[in-house]
T-cell receptor, first 113, second 115 residues
Framework: DAKTTQPPSMDCAEGRAANLPCNHS???????VYWYRQIHSQGPQYIIH???NNETNEMASLIITEDRKSSTLILPHATLRDTAVYYC??????????????FGPGTRLSVLP | DSGVTQTPKHLITATGQRVTLRCSPR?????VYWYQQSLDQGLQFLIQ???????AKGNILERFSAQQFPDLHSELNLSSLELGDSALYFC??????????????FGPGTRLTVT
């Protein structure tokens, strides 16, 4: 089972920041938070990941709360091409066996003109 | 473009048949993952290989098998196909595993239709 909870859908106006929340209240100390997105039926696209510090790259920012029980993915200036299903995944990176990604239903983000 | 290639893009076959899906990982990536995505199931992890060795198994049916070759490409074999096997099959690759540098890069997928 997925260890995360996300809203099933969200809307965002084009040009505005999109803030996608994710709850992972049972996260363990060695588990990272990963974000992926899937545009229509294309292959999922890696966005960003982090352990406890906030992270930023050319696509997005990841804000993780101090207790690590929730996080927010921020797309600073959403465009129509950001319309996709966004997946938040928690995953441990402590051994070489048996670790795989569990994709939940995600959040369907619609960017509106 | 993620750098992961999958062939074929589309495959239409009949029930009871056997097919092979092929995946070439990004240059330098040692780990390959296979996923199935059907309309009613979402993305389901099937199996993972690292440098030729099987590392993790998910919800992979006994009729399905996979392998990773010395050149690191991977093949997913699906046999005795049923209508319910119709789905998108994705391959992903990562540089490493279990290090925080194992973000996966997905290929464009193979759409399998079983008639």
């Amino acid at each position: 089972d997925a260890k995360t909870t996300q809203p099933p859908s969200m809307d965002c106006a084009e040009g505005r920041a999109a803030n996608l929340p994710c709850n992972h209240s049972t996260i363990s100390g060695n588990e990272y938070v990963y974000w992926y997105r899937q545009i229509h039926s294309q292959g999922p696209q890696y966005i960003i990941h982090g352990l406890k510090n906030n992270e930023t790259n050319e696509m997005a920012s990841l804000i993780i709360t101090e207790d690590r029980k929730s996080s927010t993915l921020i797309l600073p200036h959403a465009t129509l091409r950001d319309t996709a299903v966004y997946y938040c995944i928690v995953r441990a990176n402590r051994d070489n066996y048996g670790q795989n990604f569990v994709f939940g239903p995600g959040t369907r983000l619609s960017v509106l003109p | 473009d993620s750098g992961v290639t999958q062939t074929p893009k589309h495959l239409i076959t009949a029930t009871g048949q056997r097919v092979t899906l092929r995946c070439s990982p990004r240059s330098g990536d040692l780990s390959v993952y296979w996923y199935q995505q059907s309309l009613d199931q979402g993305l389901q992890f099937l199996i993972q290989y690292y440098n030729g060795e099987e590392r993790a198994k998910g919800n992979i049916l006994e009729r399905f098998s996979a392998q990773q070759f010395p050149d690191l490409h991977s093949e997913l074999n699906l046999s005795s196909l049923e209508l319910g096997d119709s789905a998108l099959y994705f391959c992903a690759s990562s540089v490493e595993i279990a290090t925080g540098r194992d973000q996966q890069y997905f290929g464009p997928g193979t759409r399998l239709t079983v008639t």
